[in-house]
């Protein structure tokens, strides 16, 4: 359940940052924020100790990618 808790805060915290995104460059370092930050979340549900760990950081770095990715596109 803190798991889902700390996902609905970070789309939430999302939905704010991409409010505030007016230029391209701006866009995508808001999806690279948001992307980093939610990739970050869904990897620390993954694994316990060190792979929670390791788990957290590829999530976060995988999240900052495809986020700026997902942002230059739009």
């Known amino acids: 359940m803190r798991g889902i808790k700390r996902i609905v805060i970070v789309?939430?915290?999302a939905v704010g940052l991409a409010?505030?995104?007016t230029t391209p460059e701006g866009k995508k370092m808001t999806g690279q924020v948001v992307g980093g930050?939610?990739?970050a979340?869904?990897?620390s549900l993954f694994g316990s100790g060190t792979g929670r760990v390791v788990a957290t950081g590829a999530g976060a770095v995988?999240?900052?990618i495809v986020g700026g990715k997902v942002a230059e596109k739009q």
Request: overall charge neutral; charged content about 0%.
């Open 11 to 13: 789309s939430a915290i």
């Open 19 to 21: 409010a505030c995104a």
């Open 37 to 39: 930050v939610t990739g």
């Open 41 to 43: 979340a869904v990897g």
């Open 62 to 64: 995988l999240g900052t």
